[in-house]
Each structure stands twice: as structure tokens, then as C-alpha cells.
């Protein structure tokens, strides 16, 4: 299959665009990838698009929206552009960090944290807490406008579009970090079933079963929906 469409990955996180591209392997023939540092090396001005909404799917489809309006203005219009937005959902907080998880330490320490910052200080807060449960929730929105002479498929959109897809995975914080692996909070997120956190587990095996594994799930049903050929 001949690579005709082209998908922008709206984020500067190496461990996200790693993910992501692996995730996507299965349509990979069909998709031509770039990241924003891909496309702002090629002379695309990219900014950074600030997370001012206050749930996951409201950041989401603004990063979404921001970028591709940013590539359209600058004449590329005729590109499908993905982005997420992730939360970690702790019930002994209130469901906090979630849509601040990346910021959770900020306030704390005055500057944009690490991801051992956030780590650390979901640790300390968590201390003598009864329950530990928590969720991660990815949601991906992917916006776009693809011209008919590039469609493999029948069911693409011809006009802008826009759709998002969810996937939810529950598990408790552990009390240390255990993993080498992953990356944010995996090292203290625990399949309580498996025993065994996020971070040690392999990327090919965390992409069976994480939270944006699910999501990526439901993605790619979509592209294989309209991307792929069908025989008559």
C-alpha cells in the first residue's frame, strides 16, 4: 500500500511519539508519521499549545485544533493531526492529579517538574492513605481534512472532521517505584491482578494493555475502517 496520508503527532514528548508510532505500526503502510519537532525541522513554526482547559478532553482537542490551524495557515491543510490528553485518577485524592497531572508539582516547586517531581510528591501525599486506587484515562482526539484524490477508503471524511476515543485502565499507586521502563507515573501505577507496575512491563507489552493502548485500540479500528482497502 502506497503512504498517501499523512498523520501529525501534536506533541514534543519523545516518550508519547515513541508510543504512539509503535501503537500505530499495524496502519503504518498506509500513514506517513511526523512529530511537531519533525515538521518545525522542516520549517513549520509550531508553538507550544498550552493545556488551559480544565478537562482531558477539552486539552485534547485544543492541542489538536491549535496545531492543525498553525499547518493549515502555513499551507498544509491536507493532514490528519493527533494529540492526547492524559490523567491519572487517584480516589484518595479526589480524583487528582488528573487533567494537572504533568503539573502536579509546579505549585510545589516553582518550575515545570520532572517526571521523578511528580512522582515523589503523589508519594507523599498518598502517605498512611488507606486506599490507593487509581485510574489512568487517555482520551485522543484526531481532527483533519483529507482531499478525496488521496481517500484509500471509502468511509473517509472529505471535509474537516473530527473524532475523539477513550481508554481507561484501573490499578492502584504503589508505595515505591518499581520499573525501569515507561515513563510519568508507571513506575508506582500497579495492576493490582498482576502485581506488577507499568514500568515493568516491556513497550510492546504495555501497548496490549495500557490506558493508551485502549485508546489507540478504538483508533485504530477507525483507520482500519477507512483506510484500508476492502476487495469488491
Not at 511519539?17 to 505500526?25: G, K
Amino acid at each position: 500500500m502506497t503512504k498517501t496520508l499523512t498523520l501529525v503527532l501534536a506533541t514534543h514528548n519523545r516518550d508519547k511519539v515513541r508510543e504512539l508510532s509503535f501503537a500505530l505500526t499495524p496502519v503504518a503502510d498506509a500513514l506517513t508519521i511526523f512529530s511537531i519537532d519533525d515538521l518545525a525541522a522542516q520549517g513549520y513554526e509550531l508553538h507550544e499549545v498550552e493545556e488551559t482547559e480544565p478537562t482531558l478532553e477539552g486539552n485534547a482537542d485544543k492541542k489538536a485544533r491549535d496545531i492543525y490551524t498553525a499547518l493549515a495557515a502555513q499551507g498544509l491543510g491536507d493532514v490528519l493531526v493527533l494529540s492526547d490528553d492524559t490523567g491519572l485518577e487517584v480516589d484518595a485524592l479526589g480524583g487528582a492529579p488528573g487533567v494537572y497531572s504533568a503539573r502536579y508539582a509546579t505549585a510545589e516547586l516553582g518550575r515545570k517538574p520532572t517526571y521523578a517531581d511528580n512522582v515523589e510528591k503523589l508519594l507523599r501525599d498518598l502517605s498512611g492513605a488507606s486506599s490507593r486506587a487509581a485510574r489512568f484515562r487517555t482520551v485522543l482526539s484526531l481532527v483533519g481534512k483529507i482531499p478525496p484524490q488521496l481517500h484509500v477508503g471509502k468511509n473517509l471524511p472529505s471535509s474537516y472532521f473530527e473524532r475523539r476515543f477513550e481508554g481507561v485502565l484501573q490499578g492502584k499507586i504503589a508505595t515505591a517505584r518499581r520499573g525501569e521502563n515507561g515513563f510519568g507515573y508507571d513506575p508506582i501505577f500497579e495492576l493490582p491482578n498482576i502485581g506488577k507496575t507499568l514500568a515493568e512491563f516491556s513497550l510492546a507489552e504495555k501497548n496490549t494493555l495500557s490506558h493508551r493502548a485502549r485508546a489507540l485500540k478504538e483508533l485504530l479500528a477507525y483507520f482500519q475502517t477507512v483506510l484500508i482497502q476492502t476487495t469488491p
